[in-house]
């Protein structure tokens, strides 16, 4: 079975700096999907990022962009020039490729951005 | 575009009582996935309906069932409640086309406490 785990639970980060939180997963499947969601306090999770495990090129998405490493099975995130509005709960999330997929979480990680 | 939404945000349930929830998918979109969130936690995969059919179970007990309409709207339906089916439960709306390439959207949660 695959699982996604994110060992740290909370990250604080300088508004304006750069801040990198961490992923890995176990798979034995060579086609899959990874996403990170943001989850604010409003509870609404909201999708920042997707990569395709067949793409050798990390996905950037403005301010977000992925260190995708598939021989590691790592997926990190990286924030540059964090915002207030970037306080939230992030999730990394892994998708397998057959035609029916549901997401399987990680626990997430807090990341709080000081002012 | 109208996004997914969900409904109650809401609600308050004793033990052994029955609830229902309700989601409606993102225009375009004919796949919906229930999640649930416990407090502090990851989403957990519930079930995913794929044209009215379900296409696929997490680790739920038979006392979660589900329902896809041909609006492909969804309700959740959860009998005999108990003290930890107190959550935030999470719609997800995609559209599958057997590709595995789909998104996940998710709309703004139920929250139901059971006392």
């Known amino acids: 079975a695959q699982t996604v785990t994110q060992s740290q639970p909370e990250m604080s980060v300088q508004e304006a700096e750069t801040v990198t939180l961490s992923c890995t997963y176990d798979?034995?499947?060579?086609?899959?999907?990874l996403f990170w969601y943001k989850q604010p306090p409003s509870r609404q999770m909201i999708l920042v990022i997707r990569?395709?495990?067949?793409?050798?090129q990390n996905a950037t998405e403005n301010r977000f962009s992925v260190n995708f490493q598939k021989a590691a099975k790592s997926f990190s995130l990286k924030i540059s020039d964090s915002q207030l509005g970037d306080a939230a709960m992030y999730f990394c999330a892994y998708r397998t490729g057959g035609s029916q997929g549901n997401l399987i979480f990680g626990k997430g990680t807090k990341l709080s951005v000081k002012p | 575009e109208t996004g997914v939404t969900q409904s109650p945000t809401h609600l308050i349930k004793t033990r052994g009582q029955q609830v229902t929830l309700r989601c409606s998918s993102q225009s375009g979109h004919n796949t919906v996935s229930w999640y649930q969130q416990a407090l502090g936690q990851g989403p957990q995969f519930i079930f995913q309906y794929y044209r009215e059919e379900e296409n696929g179970r997490g680790n739920f007990p038979p006392r979660f069932s589900g329902l896809q309409f041909p609006n492909y709207s969804s309700e959740l339906n959860v009998n005999a409640l108990e003290l930890d089916d107190s959550a935030l439960y999470l719609c997800?709306?995609?559209?599958?086309?057997?590709?595995?390439?789909?998104?996940?959207?998710f709309g703004p949660g139920t929250r139901l406490l059971v006392l």
């Open positions: 798979t034995s499947e060579s086609d899959y999907y």
């Open positions: 997800a709306s995609s559209n599958l086309r057997g590709l595995g390439q789909e998104t996940q959207y």
């Open positions: 990569q395709e495990a067949y793409k050798q």
